[in-house]
C-alpha cells in the first residue's frame, strides 16, 4: 500500500461517520411569516403616514385658502408641461373661481351653521352631563378644525 492510501484508510477509520441533518421545515415558514409580518407593518406605516400627510394638506388648504391657487398652478405646470404664462392663467383663473366659491360659501354658511347647531343641541340632549361636557368639546374641535368661519369679503 502507498502511503498515501493508508494515511486516508487510517483517517477514515478513526472519523465518525458523517450525518447530515435533515431541513427543518419550520425555518422556512417562520422566515416566509416573519417576511408577511415585515410587509404588513410596512404596509400599515406607509398607509398610516400617508394618511396623515393628506390629512395635513387638506386642513392646510382649508384653513389657509391663499396658498391654494399657487399649488395648483404650480402642480398643473408640472403635470401639464405649462409654460410661465399658461400658469400664470391657470393661478388667475383658480383665484377668481375660488373667490366665486367663497361667495357661495358665505351665502350658505348661515344655513350650515344652523344644521351644526341643531345637531349639536339634539346629541346633546341624549347625554348626561358628563357626557355632554366630552361632547361639546368633541363637536367644537371637529368643527374648529374642519369647518372654519367662512372667509371675509375682500
Same mark, same amino acid.
Not at 427543518?24 to 404588513?40: D, K, N, Q, S
Given at each position: ?44 406605516v406607509g398607509g398610516g403616514l400617508t394618511l396623515?400627510?393628506? %390629512?395635513?394638506?387638506?386642513? &392646510?388648504?382649508?384653513?389657509?385658502? $391663499?396658498? =391654494?391657487?399657487?399649488? @395648483? +398652478? #404650480?402642480? /398643473? ?28 360659501? %358665505?351665502?350658505?354658511?348661515? &344655513?350650515?351653521?344652523?344644521?351644526? $347647531?341643531? =345637531?349639536?343641541?339634539? @346629541? +346633546? #340632549?341624549? /347625554? ?27
Amino acid at each position: 500500500m502507498s502511503t498515501a492510501s493508508q494515511t486516508t484508510a487510517r483517517d477514515s477509520t478513526h472519523l465518525p461517520p458523517v450525518t447530515v441533518p435533515a431541513a427543518l421545515p419550520r425555518r422556512g415558514w417562520r422566515t416566509l411569516l416573519l417576511a408577511i409580518l415585515i410587509f404588513v407593518s410596512g404596509l400599515i406605516v406607509g398607509g398610516g403616514l400617508t394618511l396623515i400627510t393628506v %390629512r395635513h394638506r387638506a386642513l &392646510r388648504a382649508i384653513h389657509h385658502p $391663499d396658498e =391654494v391657487p399657487p399649488r @395648483i +398652478a #404650480a402642480h /398643473l405646470r408640472w403635470k401639464l408641461g405649462l409654460s410661465d404664462e399658461q400658469t400664470r392663467q391657470v393661478e388667475q383663473i383658480v383665484r377668481k373661481r375660488q373667490q366665486a366659491l367663497q361667495a357661495i360659501r %358665505r351665502d350658505v354658511q348661515p &344655513r350650515v351653521t344652523i344644521e351644526l $347647531d341643531r =345637531v349639536e343641541s339634539e @346629541i +346633546a #340632549a341624549t /347625554l348626561d352631563d358628563a357626557q355632554r361636557e366630552k361632547w361639546r368639546a368633541l363637536f367644537t374641535n371637529l368643527r374648529e378644525t374642519w369647518i372654519p368661519p367662512p372667509p371675509k369679503q375682500p
